[in-house]
Structures are given as structure tokens and as C-alpha cells.
């Protein structure tokens, strides 16, 4: 069974360092989207691409972080500099498209970060 | 602005009691309500979704949820709960833009 990808599954690191996650989505899917999902709350949206393009990035918050998805198929998501308050579980998802009431989206596992 | 309350932050039960896990929306368009289960330290996984129709849905692992507009609630439920039901439970409405919006979960523990 197809199944969203994502590396590391645990990140620990240092505020002020840099760090890097990546998502392999679904194969075919055009739309992948990055949540960021703080402990006790549920999934935020940071970010969401169409292709290659972005669509949506209303919560990321842009002076520290970035997102690309440079030939439409895999994905990165960086943080530089980590601040304490970007501990949190960061999910990837895809979805066959990013229209439609029933566009199920299909989370990965998801990488825990922990900044010092 | 749409938005999804979840009023249980913990919900324990005993093994093959009954559970109802609450979710109450705000939205005033028309309503596509979600409910997902995140196991521990693993993805979302889809349960079930309300898009239209019956306003009784049946998901996976023999959950159901009601959608009751008069309410604005879409509750969860299921008639005997397993230990391996124990873990966190998102419900979530979508917004004219498609975008998913989360509760902010309940922990369903299921004791022996």
C-alpha cells in the first residue's frame, strides 16, 4: 500500500542551528501539504503546494522558515534559525488534488523535533 | 471563520464499554466534517467523513459518528471499545478553500 513518507522521524538539535525535513509523498499525488502539530493541539497548516507551486503559506511563518517542492514530486521543509518554540511533531500529507470535498489526504508518520 | 471544539481533552473507559468522543463545529456554510486517529508517534489516519446524505456514518474499526446540524456537533462513537482503540482522536471540518482545520484532540485511554 502507498504510503507518504518522511525523514527523519526524530530530530534533535540546538536553538539558533538549522534543520531540514523531507517528505516523499504518494506517488501521483499533486498536492502535499506540511502541519505543524504542537503537543496537546491539533495539526496547523504551515504550507501547501500544488505541483511546484505554492498555494497557501498563510502560517509559515517566513523569516525563519521554508518550504520547496522544486520538480512537483518530493519535498523539504527548513528551519533556520530553531527557536525553543518550534518544538513539535511536523506531519506531511498528500492528496490526489487539492480540490474537492472528498480529497482525502493521506498523512506520513511524521518527524519530532526537539530544540534545545 | 470556521472552527472545530473538541470539549474532552482525556476520555478513559473501561474495555468493551461504550465511548462518545464530543466535537462541536462553528461554520456558516455549508459543512464537510472529518474524524481522524493518531496512534502514537504516527500519522493521521482517516476514520471517517460527513460530506452529505445520511447524517449517521459508519468508518473504520467499527467507529460511527452522527452529524446533527440543529446541534452543530458530529459526534463519535463507538458500542465496545478494544485496548487498541487507546490513542488521540482529531475531528476536523474543511473550509471553502479545502483546507483541513483541527480540533485540538481528545486521548481516549482504555483501561482492562
Known amino acids: 500500500e502507498a504510503e507518504v513518507a518522511q525523514s527523519p522521524r526524530y530530530k534533535i538539535t540546538e536553538k539558533s542551528q538549522a534543520v531540514a525535513f523531507w517528505c516523499d509523498p504518494i506517488s501521483g499525488h499533486a498536492t502535499l501539504y506540511w502541519y505543524r502539530q504542537i503537543l496537546g493541539q491539533g495539526p496547523e497548516l504551515l504550507v501547501q503546494?500544488?505541483?511546484?507551486?505554492?498555494?497557501?503559506d498563510s502560517q509559515l511563518p517566513k523569516d525563519r522558515f521554508s518550504a520547496e517542492r522544486l520538480k512537483g514530486v518530493d519535498s523539504t521543509l527548513k528551519i533556520q534559525p530553531a527557536e525553543l518554540g518550534d518544538s513539535a511533531m511536523y506531519l506531511c500529507?498528500?492528496?490526489?488534488?487539492?480540490?474537492?470535498?472528498?480529497?482525502?489526504?493521506?498523512f506520513g508518520p511524521g518527524t519530532r523535533l526537539t530544540v534545545l | 471563520a470556521q472552527s472545530v471544539t473538541q470539549l474532552d481533552s482525556q476520555v478513559p473507559v473501561f474495555e468493551e464499554a461504550p465511548v462518545e468522543l464530543r466535537c462541536n463545529y462553528s461554520s456558516s456554510v455549508s459543512v464537510y466534517l472529518f474524524w481522524y486517529v493518531q496512534y502514537p508517534n504516527q500519522g493521521l489516519q482517516l476514520l471517517l467523513k460527513y460530506l452529505s446524505g445520511s447524517t449517521l456514518v459508519k468508518g473504520i474499526n467499527g467507529f460511527e459518528a452522527e452529524f446533527n446540524k440543529s446541534q452543530t456537533s458530529f459526534h463519535l462513537r463507538k458500542p465496545s471499545v478494544h485496548i487498541s482503540d487507546t490513542a488521540e482522536y482529531f475531528c476536523?471540518?474543511?473550509?471553502?478553500?479545502?483546507?483541513?482545520?483541527f480540533g485540538s484532540g481528545t486521548r481516549l485511554l482504555v483501561r482492562p
Open positions: 503546494f500544488q505541483d511546484e507551486s505554492v498555494v497557501d
Open positions: 500529507a498528500s492528496s490526489p488534488s487539492g480540490q474537492g470535498w472528498d480529497n482525502e489526504q493521506f
Open positions: 476536523a471540518v474543511m473550509d471553502s478553500s479545502y483546507k483541513l482545520i
